[in-house]
C-alpha cells in the first residue's frame, strides 16, 4: 500500500504487520467509523515475515479506537473518597517524587512495586526495569505477563536453560504432526491459526490433535479431539510418554548425547498405563493410542500452547511434560518441530528480554546471580549491590501486600488488574488499602483508575517508537505515526522524567526511544537472545529475528540465519544437555465438590480482548460481542432446566456472576465455560475472577485462573437499570468519586 506507515498490530503475540493509512488521504474519501468520526485505516502488511499480510478483526479495527476515551491530561486527588481533577504534569511529577522519596525514607524501596504490562514497548519495560531494579534497589517489578507466560518462562529455562521458545512460524508449514493443547488458537492466535490450517488442508497426512475440554474452532479443525476433564494435562502426556517408551518410538541417540534426567523420567511414566490414564482423563483407549502413534511416528512434532497449560498450579510441570515429549522423540531443533509457546500479549517476549518479571534482569539474566547483577549494574553506572540479590513481588503478592499493608506506593502501567486478578473482590478491597496508587493508562475511565490517587495520559499504538517482539523472536520497529492526544506521554518518557527529578540524571540521559533501545541490546550481547546487531535504524528497513549478534552480515541478518534455537543440540545449561524432569499429575487446585459440582473455565473470545478498555470502545467489535454468555452441555442443562438465552447465577467460594446461558455440545459435561473480558464498567455481576481463586503455581508463581468449581443456579432476569449502558456508566465514573463499586452499580 503506497504511502503506508508499516507497524504491528498491538494486540496477541502473532505479532502480525500492519499497514496504517490516516483518515484523509489523497485521492480518497475520508475513511469513517460507524459514527461518521474520521478514523485511521489498518490492513495487513504482506511483506512481514510472521502474519504475511493477514490480520484479524482486532487489527483490521484497531483504527476506530485511537481517539475514543482516551486520557487526555493528568488527573489527581488527595483520598479515593475525593473525584479526580486536572492537575499539570509537574504538579502530578512532583506527588509521584514525594511519594516515593517519603516511602524510601520510611519503610525502604520494597514497599515501592510496579505492576506492567505485554503492551509495553521494550524501550518502557527496559526504563522500568532501570528505574526500579537498578535505582530505586527493589526487584519490585512484574507484569501481566505473570499471568500468561510465566509458566512457559519457567519450563523453558528449566528444560533448556534459558527462555526462548525455539521454533519459528515456518515450522507450521513444515511439521508431520500439529499437537496443540490447552490453546484455542482459532479465536486467541487466529493468524497463526490459519497458517496451520490451510497446510493441514493441503497436507492430508499431516496431523493436527487438539486437547481440549471444549470443542472449539480449534478442534473442529484436527483429525483427534482430546476432550480431556480439566487438570488432567500431565496424566495424559505421560500417559502417551508411556505409550512412546513401550512402542520404542523414541531417539535413543539423542537421548543418550542431548539430554539428561531420562532413566527417572522413564520410572515416573511406567505409572501411566492407558487403562489408567483413561480414566483419569474421561478419553477412550482408542484416542489415547492414537495421539502417542501419530507422535511417535511422526518425523516432525510440534506442540503450541498457551493460556490452558501455564494458567494452571501444575503451569510448570506441564511445560517440562510437553518438552519431556519432545526431548524423548527428538523432536527439537529441527524444521517442523519443537515446544512452542504462543505468546499472549504483543510485547510480552520483548518484556522476558528486558527482565521484566519480579526474579530477572535483562538479557535473560536472574537477580539472583551475583554476576549478573554486576554486569546490569555495570550498564546503568549504579553502585555495586545497588540491585537486590531477592527476586521481587511477584503478581498476586502484590495484592497480598498492599493487603497487609507492606506496600505504599503501587505504580500500575498499561494494564488493568481491578478486572484481570483471579479473587477479584479481594483484589480490589486490598487496591482500595493503597496508600498511594499510580494508574498509568491511555485510556479513562478503566476499573483501575477507580482505586487511583493520580492518572496519567500514556500514548498507545502509533503515537510512540519503539519496538515489540513476538512469539517467534521477531523484532518489529513500531514507529509513531500520529500526533499523542492530549497531553500524553510516552511510557519510558515519564519512568525516565521521575528518575531523573530523584537524581538519577546520568542513568536517564537517552532522549529518545532509540537511545534507549540501543542502550538495551548491549546488555544482551552474548545471550542467547543477543539483540547487538539490531537498532531502530536497521529494524525500520524489516523485521529480524533474533539472536542478531553485531557480528552477523547484514545478509545473516536479514532472516536467511536459522530460524530456530538449538540447531546443534547443544543447550543452555552449563554441560549442553537438556533436562528431563517428571512430574505425577495433581489436578485442580480446586476441583468440584457436592456443594461447587461443575468446574468453571474462562478464556477470551474472537473480537475481544483482556479487559476491553480498547475493544470495548469499537462498536463493530462491541455489537458483534455485546455480552458474555455461559457455555453448558445439553445434559447438564436439562438436569438444570435451563434454556439457551435464560439467566443463571454461577458461584464460588469467593463470589458470584450472573449471566445468560447458552446451551452447546461445544462444551464437555460437568463443565462450563465464560469469557474473561467483562469487568465492572461493562456489565453488573459478569466479572469472572468475581469466581476465581489465587493458588499459584509453586515454580512460575502464574495463578490457576483456567479452572475453579462453581455451583449454577437458574435465576429470573435481573432487572437492568434503564441507562445502563456503557457509555453511561463511564460518564458517571468520570463525574462520580470512584471510592468503590457502588458508583458503578
Known amino acids: ?253 539423542f537421548i543418550d548425547a542431548c539430554t539428561e534426567g531420562f532413566s527417572d523420567y522413564a520410572q515416573v511414566i511406567k505409572s501411566y498405563p492407558p487403562e489408567r490414564v483413561t480414566e483419569i482423563c474421561g478419553i477412550t483407549l482408542g484416542e489415547l493410542t492414537t495421539a502417542a502413534e501419530w507422535w511417535g511416528k511422526s518425523k516432525r512434532v510440534l506442540s503450541l500452547w498457551s493460556m490452558g497449560v501455564n494458567q494452571s498450579t501444575e503451569g510448570t510441570a506441564k511445560c517440562r511434560t510437553i518438552i519431556n515429549l519432545h526431548l524423548m522423540t527428538g523432536n527439537v531443533g529441527k524444521p517442523g518441530a519443537g515446544p512452542f509457546s504462543l505468546t499472549g500479549q504483543p510485547n510480552a517476549m520483548g518484556g522476558r528480554e528486558a527482565g521484566g518479571l519480579a526474579h530477572i534482569l535483562p538479557g535473560y539474566r536472574l537477580v539472583k546471580n551475583p554476576e549478573h547483577r554486576q554486569e546490569v549494574e555495570t550498564v546503568w553506572k549504579v553502585p555495586a549491590g545497588s540491585i537486590s540479590p531477592v527476586p521481587g513481588l511477584a503478581a498476586w503478592d502484590m495484592m497480598l501486600a498492599l493487603e497487609q499493608g507492606d506496600l505504599d506506593v503501587f505504580w500500575v502501567a498499561a494494564t488493568n488488574p481491578a478486572v484481570s486478578m483471579p479473587d477479584i473482590k479481594r483484589t480490589q478491597a486490598a487496591l482500595e488499602r493503597s496508600p498511594f496508587t499510580i494508574c498509568q493508562d491511555a485510556y479513562y475511565p478503566t476499573e483501575t483508575a477507580a482505586f487511583a490517587h493520580v492518572v496519567l495520559p500514556a500514548t498507545q499504538w502509533g503515537e510512540k517508537a519503539g519496538v515489540m517482539t513476538n512469539s517467534e523472536r521477531v523484532v518489529t520497529y513500531c514507529p509513531a505515526f500520529r500526533t499523542p492526544v492530549g497531553e500524553a506521554r510516552a511510557d519510558w518518557e515519564i519512568f525516565a522524567e521521575v528518575g531523573r527529578r530523584l537524581g538519577f540524571e546520568k542513568q536517564f540521559a537517552q532522549r529518545t526511544a532509540a537511545e534507549v533501545y540501543g542502550e538495551f541490546v548491549s546488555l544482551t550481547a552474548g545471550r542467547l537472545c543477543d539483540s547487538t546487531g539490531l537498532s531502530h535504524e536497521r529494524l525500520a528497513v524489516s523485521p529480524i529475528q533474533w539472536p542478531c549478534p553485531a557480528d552477523e552480515s547484514d545478509e545473516v541478518a536479514y532472516g536467511k540465519h536459522d530460524k530456530r534455537l538449538y540447531t546443534d543440540y547443544r543447550f543452555a545449561t552449563p554441560n549442553g544437555k537438556a533436562r528431563f524432569c517428571a512430574f505425577h499429575v495433581k489436578g485442580l487446585a480446586e476441583p468440584p465438590n457436592e456443594a461447587y459440582p461443575f468446574v468453571l473455565t474462562n478464556g477470551r473470545l474472537y473480537g475481544h480482548w483482556h479487559t476491553q478498555s480498547r475493544t470495548g470502545r469499537i462498536e463493530r467489535i462491541a455489537k458483534r460481542y455485546p455480552e458474555p454468555l455461559l457455555e453448558v452441555n445439553p445434559r447438564d442443562a436439562q438436569r438444570l432446566a435451563v434454556q439457551s438465552g435464560e439467566w443463571v447465577e454461577v458461584r464460588s467460594q469467593r463470589g458470584f456472576v450472573q449471566l445468560k446461558v447458552l446451551v452447546t455440545q461445544n462444551i464437555t459435561r460437568g463443565t462450563v465455560f465464560m469469557p474473561m473480558h467483562w469487568g465492572f464498567l461493562w456489565g453488573d455481576n459478569m466479572e469472572v475472577n468475581a469466581l476465581t481463586h489465587p493458588a499459584v503455581c509453586p515454580i512460575s508463581l502464574e495463578p490457576e485462573l483456567k479452572a475453579c468449581a462453581v455451583q449454577v443456579t437458574p435465576i429470573p432476569a435481573p432487572q437492568i437499570a434503564a441507562d445502563a449502558t456503557v457509555k453511561s456508566r463511564f460518564a458517571a465514573a468520570q463525574k462520580m468519586a470512584m471510592k468503590s463499586l457502588e458508583i458503578m452499580v
Open 1 to 253: 500500500m503506497a504511502g503506508a506507515t508499516k507497524t504491528l498490530c498491538p494486540y496477541c503475540g502473532v505479532g502480525c504487520g500492519l499497514e496504517v493509512l490516516p483518515p484523509a488521504q489523497p485521492g480518497r474519501p475520508v475513511n469513517r467509523d460507524e459514527q461518521g468520526n474520521p478514523v485511521w485505516q489498518a490492513r495487513g502488511d504482506r511483506n512481514h515475515p510472521s502474519s504475511q499480510g493477514q490480520v484479524c478483526i482486532k487489527g483490521a479495527t484497531i483504527g476506530d479506537s485511537l481517539d475514543q476515551g482516551r486520557l487526555l491530561h493528568p488527573m489527581m486527588r488527595e483520598s479515593l473518597d475525593q473525584p479526580l481533577r486536572q492537575v499539570s504534569w509537574d504538579e502530578a511529577l512532583d506527588r509521584i517524587v514525594s511519594e516515593i522519596r517519603k516511602t524510601l525514607a520510611e519503610k525502604g524501596p520494597d514497599a515501592i512495586a510496579m505492576y506492567g504490562s505485554g503492551q509495553f514497548q521494550t524501550e518502557d519495560y527496559y526504563t522500568a526495569q532501570k528505574l526500579l531494579k537498578g535505582c530505586l534497589g527493589t526487584n519490585n517489578f512484574d507484569a501481566n505477563s505473570r499471568l500468561c507466560m510465566s509458566s512457559a518462562v519457567a519450563g523453558y529455562s528449566q528444560s533448556f536453560g534459558s527462555d526462548g521458545p525455539p521454533c519459528c512460524y515456518d515450522d507450521l508449514e513444515k511439521t508431520d504432526c500439529a499437537f496443540l493443547i490447552g490453546t484455542n488458537t482459532a479465536d486467541c492466535h487466529p493468524i497463526v491459526f490459519n497458517r496451520l490450517k490451510k497446510y493441514h488442508k493441503k497436507n492430508r497426512k499431516v496431523k493436527m490433535i487438539v486437547v481440549d475440554p471444549r470443542h472449539t474452532d480449534t478442534a473442529k479443525a484436527a483429525d483427534l479431539h482430546l476432550a480431556i476433564k480439566p487438570g488432567t494435562d500431565i496424566a495424559l502426556l505421560n500417559g502417551i510418554a508411556h505409550l512412546l517408551l513401550k512402542n520404542g518410538w523414541i531417539d535413543p541417540r
